[in-house]
Antibody, heavy 120, light 110 residues
Framework: EVQLLESGGGLVQPGGSLRLSCAAS????????MTWVRQAPGKGLEWVSH????????FYADSVKGRFTISRDNSRNTLYLQMNSLRAEDTAVYYCAKVNGYSGYVADHWGQGTLVTVSS | NFMLTQPHSVSESPGKTVTVSCTGSGGSIASNYVQWYQQRPGRAPTTVIY?????PSGVPDRFSGSIDSSSNSASLTISGLKTEDEADYYCQSYHSSNWVFGGGTKLTVL
């Protein structure tokens, strides 16, 4: 059974940093791309970042480019999102999701999410 | 920029059929696959349709997806509506290596 467990969310001041983790199990992690999607309170889904199975290619939404970094440790079956220079508009539940291939754009399993609150 | 536009809300009665639309702009919706995600209140999203019309295992055949190139839109159709289908539905595709989500449609089954 595929399981994705996010952690690392919390309250952070504007301008601060946070690193999210997503521990994966139930599948061969390095064979699949992974993505981060966020949802601000009461709002819709917004794609944040994406990396292919090897981690060798990464992609970012314009809203986070230059501030967020996606990475993965395939030996630990873990996906990360380093978030720097956080802003109030980054407040959201952050979901990690498994993609249905080495690269691709179909999220076939989702974690339960971790809440990030950016506020002074 | 490629965008996907959905109606804010739709409603229908149990047992009926409802269709949720997803209209593309800034590019052809038929150029890349469209997925549909269901999100019940307080829950994480789940996939109900992928690659335009494919159903993941466990998703009932009451759910179907289609593409209409003439209107540059995708559609999610749910037949035999059940109260458990009440949720937010999001379409999603991609363009220039970026994922694109529609704004979401709240389905009320009443």
């Amino acid at each position: 059974e595929v399981q994705l467990l996010e952690s690392g969310g919390g309250l952070v001041q504007p301008g601060g940093s946070l690193r999210l983790s997503c521990a994966a199990s139930g599948f061969t992690f390095n064979n699949y791309a992974m993505t981060w999607v966020r949802q601000a309170p009461g709002k819709g889904l917004e794609w944040v970042s994406h990396t292919i199975g090897s981690g060798g290619s990464t992609f970012y939404a314009d809203s986070v480019k230059g501030r967020f970094t996606i990475s993965r440790d395939n030996s630990r079956n873990t996906l990360y999102l380093q978030m720097n220079s956080l802003r109030a508009e980054d407040t959201a539940v952050y979901y990690c999701a498994k993609v249905n291939g080495y690269s691709g754009y179909v999220a076939d399993h989702w974690g339960q999410g971790t809440l990030v609150t950016v506020s002074s | 920029n490629f965008m996907l536009t959905q109606p804010h809300s739709v409603s229908e009665s149990p047992g009926k059929t409802v269709t949720v639309s997803c209209t593309g702009s800034g590019g052809s919706i038929a150029s890349n696959y469209v997925q549909w995600y269901q999100q019940r209140p307080g829950r994480a999203p789940t996939t109900v349709i992928y690659e335009d019309k494919q159903r993941p295992s466990g998703v009932p055949d009451r759910f179907s997806g289609s593409i209409d190139s003439s209107s540059n839109s995708a559609s999610l159709t749910i037949s035999g509506l059940k109260t458990e289908d009440e949720a937010d539905y999001y379409c999603q595709s991609y363009h220039s290596s970026n994922w694109v989500f529609g704004g979401g449609t709240k389905l009320t089954v009443l």
